[in-house]
């Protein structure tokens, strides 16, 4: 085998040589102190010196060196400007005074080494590209640029955000035909904020803007200006606009501009470097004149927290928000992502549109993506409709874990859990149709059972909240009337039931504490609440959970024959679709009020039970 002369091989050699000098310089070092004369107190050379024990004397500098009389030597440490010389002459000791010894020092050069060793490695490093040298140069942080000459994206690849669209579609036009827009005394947009929650498309939107418009794109995360070193932020600021300058007309993105555009405190103890870089773009941003032909958008899921001078117009003059798509725009993306994949016939987007309501555009790439993979292990030719059904599964829940060992006992406890919830879902009127309930383990989930709404939905009312808690504590509803027992299986289920009292009582006044807002925050990161006031939200918020526990014990104890059935059919099957839960249920459901009434007649009649 050829040997190669590598960097670590290089590396280890030069440090393999330090050691070793190391070790040999600290051996001579020893050998040569055990030949040197041995040092005594001045205080004992002069008494030496009064009993005639001395015969010479050499003193250089501060360091005094003797010869008794038997030849052994001495060496001490006088003090300065000392008339120690004298005091040896009149003792009749022959003196001879040489000059201080500069010369060379073992001890220092031991000293030196391992800095040697260090600037060795660091030298290495800096001459090889690797991580000193990145150390040592956060400053020049180089910005991502797609060319316009390179393959780009055009508007026709975003899909279901049609608004988005004609607001930036007007942005190109800005870079295509500025004198257009200054002929009529109209000033170009110096920056635009995309809000939206993640996966809806504002970094493809801005991408497109740039194909679009045929001009350079500069692209970085909010969370790269901001390092350890002060300064360094706001050097990268510069190094940006720099840039983008050179190569105007552009388009500069910076991703979740939130991470260094948070609003400022004043404060003491504040992040001096996150600060310093914000001015620095507040101050770019305003040295754009109107014949720059540099647009800036930026990205954000939380614009609430941005600095107010950030947002005010001049810098950010345009706010477009992407929210997650509706029916139409769920179709349009799928329509876009299975084009040039062969779907079977049987697969109808309409459908899974409509199976899919809540998902982002990331998330239907994903599900048509992770369908095409489970066709291909299959080693099928086309994508069908149970490849798309699982794949929304596996998007909203993960994958299948078939190999995970459950006991029989346990079992039939997930079983009647998801059955609780299948139940509370669909008995209640108004409530979305539930579309699966299966018992198969999928991530942490040991069982799922997963609704479908009719359509797009952007109110709720406080009833149909009230139904989705019920829902939510079906399964430990379940628990409680067949076992007499509860598991920890509920744990998610509680969390979500108690979110949503939760927003209930602070964001929509739904409560008996009354129409205010309890999500005041203070300067610390607190609730703004006193003791009291925080008590008493936690007591509404108690209280909810209690009636949405009470109404799922409610309807589940009317329905036990089929709360059974149903179980035990789920233990043989595994996998109940919506179809056959309506099949075996045979039930129309009940408005919520009917099952309001009911459960305080049974808590009335539980009540009067215990007092008898």
Known sequence: ?????????????????????????????????????????????????????????????????????????????????????????????????????????????????????????????????????????????????????????????????????????????????????????????????????????????????????????????????????????????????????????????????????????????????????????LVEMDGFDGHSNVIVIAATNRPDILDKALLRPGRFDRRVTLDAPDLQGRLAILRVHANGKPLAEDVELETIARLTAGFSGADLANLINEAAILAAREDKNTIGRAEMEESILRVVAGPERKSRIISEDEKVIIAYHEVGHALAMRLVKGGDPVQKVSVISRGHALGITVQTPREDKYLRSRSQLLARMAAAMGGRAAEEIVFGDVTTGAEQDIVYATDIARRMVCDFGMSDLGAISYRRRDEQGGDGLSGEMAARVDEAVNKLVDEARSLALTILTAYRDKLDLIATELQSLETIDGEELDALLQSEPRSLSEWQILAAARSRSSLEAIQS
């Open 1 to 281: 085998m050829k040997f190669r002369l590598t960097k670590r091989w290089i590396i280890a050699v030069c440090c393999s040589v330090i050691i070793v000098a190391m070790a040999a310089l600290v051996v001579s070092t020893r050998l040569a102190s055990g030949a040197q004369p041995k040092m005594v107190p001045i205080s004992d050379m002069l008494n030496r010196a009064e009993r005639g024990e001395l015969k010479q004397a050499t003193i250089s500098g501060d360091v005094v060196t003797v010869v008794t009389t038997d030849d052994t030597k001495l060496r001490s440490i006088k003090e300065a400007n000392s008339p120690l010389a004298d005091i040896l002459r009149k003792n009749g000791i022959e003196v001879t005074v040489a000059p201080a010894e500069v010369g060379f020092n073992p001890t220092s050069l031991i000293a030196l080494l391992p800095l040697a060793l260090i600037g060795a490695v660091l030298w290495f490093s800096l001459r090889s590209g690797g991580i000193g040298n990145a150390a040592l140069s956060v400053g020049r942080n180089q910005p991502k640029k797609v060319s316009p000459n390179a393959p780009t994206v055009s508007f026709a690849d975003v899909a279901g955000v049609h608004e988005a669209k004609v607001e930036l579609a007007e942005v190109v036009q800005f870079l295509k035909f500025p004198q257009k827009f200054r002929a009529l005394g109209a000033r170009v947009p110096k920056g635009v904020l995309l809000v939206g929650p993640p996966g809806t498309g504002k970094t493809l939107i801005s991408k497109a803007v740039a194909g679009e418009a045929g001009v350079p794109f500069f692209s970085m995360s909010g969370s790269e200006f901001v390092e350890m070193f002060v300064g360094v932020g706001a050097s990268r600021v510069r190094g940006l606009f720099r840039e983008a300058r050179k190569n105007a007309p552009c388009i500069v993105f910076v991703d979740e501009i939130d991470a260094v555009g948070r609003h400022r405190t004043g404060g003491v103890g504040g992040n001096d470097e996150r600060e310093q870089t914000l001015n620095q773009l």
